[in-house]
């Protein structure tokens, strides 16, 4: 059970991270990165910065070397917002909830469509049939 202070630690971090990447990261290599969570150890000296990046598995391998390479800029950031006698070591991790979320909707969408075109059919002949049997009313 992670205490209130390390829960409000993680997620200043989240939030410092994910602005620095958005605005003040000038790395070519760091394109579509999403922060997605942030778990600080107890002791507040470790932090594994979950994201996420969109594109082919090589544009995610170059992010997180982004990440990686320019995480002394980000634990700067960290410790100019949280005071603590010890900024958080950052450590980058991929997740794939994101990618994993992804396909699966998109399975849902392939498997969805021929049953609700199905259903949407049948109703759809009732009311044109109904429309066709009343008789026109003439206007005089």
Do not use: C, W
Not at 27 to 35: A, E, K, S
Not at 90 to 102: A, H, P, Q, T, Y
């Amino acid at each position: 059970m992670s205490s209130r202070r390390a829960l409000k630690a993680a997620e200043a971090i989240r939030e410092v991270v994910g602005m620095a990447i958005l605005t003040d990261l000038r790395d070519p290599r760091i394109q579509n990165v999403t922060v997605t969570k942030v778990e600080v150890s107890p002791d507040l000296r470790n932090a594994k910065v979950h994201v996420s990046v969109m594109g082919e598995e090589s544009k995610q391998k170059l992010a997180l070397q982004g990440l990686q390479s320019s995480a002394g800029f980000l634990q700067s950031k960290v410790a100019d917002r949280i005071d603590t006698r010890y900024t958080p070591r950052l450590e980058f991790r991929l997740d794939d909830g994101v990618k994993k979320s992804i396909a699966i909707a998109k399975l849902l969408a392939d498997v969805l469509p021929d049953d609700a075109a199905d259903a949407s059919d049948g109703p759809a002949d009732d009311g044109g049939a109904d429309a066709e049997a009343s008789p026109p009313a003439d206007a005089d």
